[in-house]
């Protein structure tokens, strides 16, 4: 499943999804994961509750199930949930590389259901979770 990270360094999860200079995309399962792509945001941002630089974001995470940010607003995340990608937002700046270690862990045994809902977004059809059903 792809996973989205809204990230200023490129290192950690430390991004406002609205504000967020990159957005990196990596391809996680239980065996695994690699780096999918990195899509750039630069240039001059608009003024805050500017919804239009939303869309090319929103565009960018379209195939993922699941999306970290350091902070969303509310229309942001409302717009991120209607695409039927869960957004999590980290207490604190996080390591990527640390929050897919995790996340390849939890694939491995039995996901909890919003994991198991955001799976089935991405297709994946083919986990085996202990007699439950994705």
Same mark, same amino acid.
């Given at each position: ?50 919804? *239009? !630089? %939303?869309?090319?974001? +929103? ?11 350091? &902070?969303?607003? #509310? ?25 897919? *270690? !995790? %996340?390849?862990?939890? +694939? ?11 799976? &089935?977004?991405? #297709? ?11």
């Amino acid at each position: 499943m792809k996973i989205a990270f809204a990230t200023q360094d490129k290192q950690r999860v430390d991004a406002h999804f609205g504000w967020a200079k990159s957005i990196d995309v990596y391809d996680v399962r239980p065996e695994g994961y690699h780096f999918v792509q990195s899509f750039e945001f630069g240039g001059k941002l608009e003024e805050d509750g500017d919804e *239009d !630089k %939303l869309a090319p974001k +929103l565009d960018a995470i379209k195939d993922c199930a699941i999306l970290y940010v350091a &902070a969303i607003g #509310g229309s942001g995340a409302a717009r991120v949930v209607a695409q039927k990608i869960h957004p999590i937002k980290v207490p604190q700046p996080e390591p990527i590389l640390d929050i897919l *270690d !995790k %996340l390849q862990e939890v +694939l491995k045994g039995t996901p909890p259901p919003w994991l198991r809902k955001a799976l &089935a977004k991405d #297709g994946e059809k083919t986990f085996d979770f202990e007699d439950e059903e994705v």
